[in-house]
C-alpha cells in the first residue's frame, strides 16, 4: 500500500512470465500467461481497512478453458467450490472442492485435473458433471503438472522429482 507504506500481501504464481492487471474497481489483481498456458489467476485484494501486514483470507480463482473454448471451470478458494460453466456462460455443475485444491485444468469437456499438494498431497482427474474420480494419484507437493489430452498420462514434478504415470495401468513408467 503505498498510501501507508506497508506491505498488504505477497502474491504467489506459478513459474512463467505472467502479465498482471488489476480489474477497473482495484479489488482484484489478475494473471495471465502463468505456467506458459492458458492459465488465468485472480486474487481479490483485502480491503482498505484490513490488518496492515496480513493479507487475511483472499478469495482465489484459477480459471481454465477446455481445449474448445467451449467450456470454463472456476476454482474459488473462498467458496471451496469448482464450478463447471457451458459456452453461454450456464452453469453445468459445481462440486466442493478443499480449499488447498489448485489447478482446475479441463482436459476434456466436462474432465477437470487438480491437485491438492499442500492439503491431501494428491492429484486427481475429476469428472465434474458426474461428480466423481477417474483417477487419483499421491503426488507430493507437485509444482507443475501435464496432463495427456486423454486424461491417461501424467507428468508431474514436486519434491519427489519428475514422475510419468500412467493411469490406465496404475503405474509410474519414469521417475527421475
Request: net charge neutral; hydrophobic share 40%.
Amino acid at each position: 500500500d503505498l498510501r501507508t507504506r506497508v506491505v498488504r500481501g505477497i502474491l504467489h504464481h506459478l513459474a512463467g512470465w505472467p502479465r498482471f492487471a488489476f480489474s477497473l474497481d482495484g479489488r482484484r489483481v489478475i494473471a495471465s500467461g502463468l505456467g506458459g498456458d492458458s492459465r488465468l489467476e485472480v486474487w481479490r485484494l483485502p480491503v482498505d481497512d484490513a490488518p496492515t501486514g496480513h493479507p487475511g483470507n483472499w478469495a482465489f480463482w484459477s480459471v481454465n478453458f477446455s481445449p474448445d473454448g467451449r467450456q470454463t471451470a472456476i476454482i474459488d478458494r473462498s467458496e471451496s467450490r469448482l464450478k463447471l460453466y457451458g459456452e453461454q456462460g450456464q452453469l453445468l455443475a459445481s462440486t466442493p472442492v478443499s480449499a488447498t485444491v489448485r489447478g482446475g485444468d479441463l482436459i476434456r469437456p466436462g474432465v477437470v485435473f487438480l491437485s491438492d499438494t499442500w492439503g491431501g498431497g494428491d492429484a486427481r482427474l475429476r469428472d465434474v458433471e458426474h461428480d466423481r474420480d477417474l483417477w487419483r494419484h499421491r503426488c507430493r507437493a507437485c509444482y507443475r503438472s501435464q496432463i495427456s489430452r486423454d486424461g491417461s498420462r501424467a507428468a508431474l514434478f514436486g519434491l519427489d522429482g519428475l514422475e510419468i504415470w500412467d493411469a490406465g495401468a496404475d503405474r509410474v513408467l519414469f521417475t527421475e
